[in-house]
Nanobody, 120 residues
Framework: QVQLVESGGGLVQPGGSLRLSCAAS????????MGWYRQAPGKQRELVAR???????MFGDSVKGRFTNSRDNAKKMVYLQMNSLKPEDTAVYYC??????????????WGQGTQVTVSS
């Protein structure tokens, strides 16, 4: 019904920047929230940032002031700009989107994840 495809992960040095992209496709009528979660080895998945269709963004405490999240509603895409990266930002980053399908069913989907490694 819905596919989320992430891109942009990789290896970056501490203090560097990286930009993740996520494209949604499928039988989508409306996306309400679109954003990112991450999971480091041995830890629970946590919120990074999620943005409403109106442009309001909620950030996880550990990334406030360093990361921004922006949406292109027409293209059904979301972009996570990560600046001042720290080794503790190392994790698999997952795109998440929820909303409504054509026909009225609600959806809540995850991407396959993209690895971000911050290391010198």
């Amino acid at each position: 019904q819905v596919q989320l495809v992430e891109s942009g992960g990789g290896l970056v040095q501490p203090g560097g920047s990286l930009r993740l992209s996520c494209a949604a496709s499928g039988n989508i009528f409306r996306i309400d929230y679109m954003g990112w979660y991450r999971q480091a080895p041995g830890k629970q998945r946590e919120l990074v940032a999620r943005t409403s269709s109106g442009g309001s963004t909620m950030f996880g405490d550990s990334v406030k002031g360093r990361f921004t999240n922006s949406r292109d509603n027409a293209k059904k895409m979301v972009y996570l700009q990560m600046n001042s990266l720290k080794p503790e930002d190392t994790a698999v980053y997952y795109c998440n989107a929820d909303g409504t399908l054509w026909g009225g069913l609600r959806f809540d989907y995850w991407g396959q994840g993209t690895q971000v490694t911050v290391s010198s």
